[in-house]
């Protein structure tokens, strides 16, 4: 067990374990956006850093097939940091609020010696998306393209430059597939750690392994904050699935079976190195 799971294990709650905690129809998701962890200051602007920051935490509502409605932020900011750079944080955080009908209603504030970021999403939902839901033979898929985000963060690390579309920088969430292929997936999930350790998480949430089919790189496997979903579903539904994703646009990659037989997941975790 890698240190991230044994700290979540000390805590039970019938309610841990997904995306986001479900109570009643009531969705709760929480992540940090943290300086010189997440991301640095010569990376991104002030506008890109809160703008990503909203739509990775919007992602775990998306995953959950859930309405995001609210948002509390927690901003940590340097004491060196302007007027003007607040608005442009300011800016981030409301153009993607708007953009999928939130309300921040409230958070904190603090002095930082960086820029750090927790934000917590409060979302709807009449048919939540679960990781639990996958049976012997279920074909499993991603959407889009994945590896871009690795080998950008590598530039990036390497003191080299990305496109300002990077998905690194600008994410891409998927919440129309979702929604409009709610009633045929049975488990989903969004890729924030890597295809090949999310998948390990859905191995260990419903106690099944998986036959990959199509041969995937482990650099594009590994690649973590691509935030594209990862989804489960009867085989029966393929074609109603593929149908559903072209009307979205949204491309849909099907590379593995569920199978009764032991998941070896190639990354290495990556919240504690």
């Known amino acids: 067990m890698n240190l991230e799971n044994y700290f979540i294990s000390q805590f039970k709650s019938p309610y841990i374990g997904d995306d986001a905690a479900i109570i009643g129809r009531d969705v709760y ?30 992602s775990d509502a998306v995953a959950m097939n859930a309405k995001p409605k609210y948002a509390l932020l927690s901003v940590a900011m340097p004491k060196t940091i302007s007027k003007a750079q607040m608005r442009e944080l300011a800016s981030g955080f409301k153009d993607i609020s708007t953009q999928y009908g939130i309300e921040i209603i409230g958070g ?4 930082n ?6 934000i917590t999403i409060i979302s709807e939902v009449r048919k939540p998306l679960l990781r639990r839901g996958i049976k012997d033979g279920y ?25 300002k579309k990077s998905k ?11 929604n409009n292929s709610s009633r045929l997936l049975k488990s989903g999930m969004d890729i924030s750690d890597g295809l090949f350790s999310d998948l390990s998480k859905l191995s260990s949430a419903n106690k099944i392994g ?28 393929k074609k109603a699935i593929l149908r559903r994703a072209a009307q979205s646009r949204t491309p849909l990659h099907i590379f593995a079976t569920a ?15």
């Open 108 to 111: 904190d504030t603090i002095s």
């Open 259 to 273: 199978r009764r037989e032991k998941y070896n997941n190639r990354c290495k975790a990556h919240h504690f190195k």
């Open 139 to 163: 074909l499993v898929a991603f959407t889009g393209e994945l590896g871009r985000s690795g080998k950008d963060l590598k530039k990036l690390l390497n003191l080299g430059k990305i496109h």
């Open 113 to 118: 010696s960086k820029l750090d970021i927790t």
């Open 29 to 58: 998701s929480k992540d940090a956006f943290f300086e010189d962890v997440h991301f640095k200051k010569k990376w991104m602007n002030y506008y890109q850093i809160a703008s990503k920051a909203m739509l990775v935490n919007i």
């Open 168 to 178: 690194f920088i600008k994410i891409e969430l998927r919440e129309k597939f979702v």
């Open 210 to 237: 998986f036959k990959i089919e199509k041969k995937i790189q482990k650099s594009v496997g590994c690649s973590g904050e691509e935030y594209e979903m990862l989804v489960a579903f009867d085989r029966r539904d």
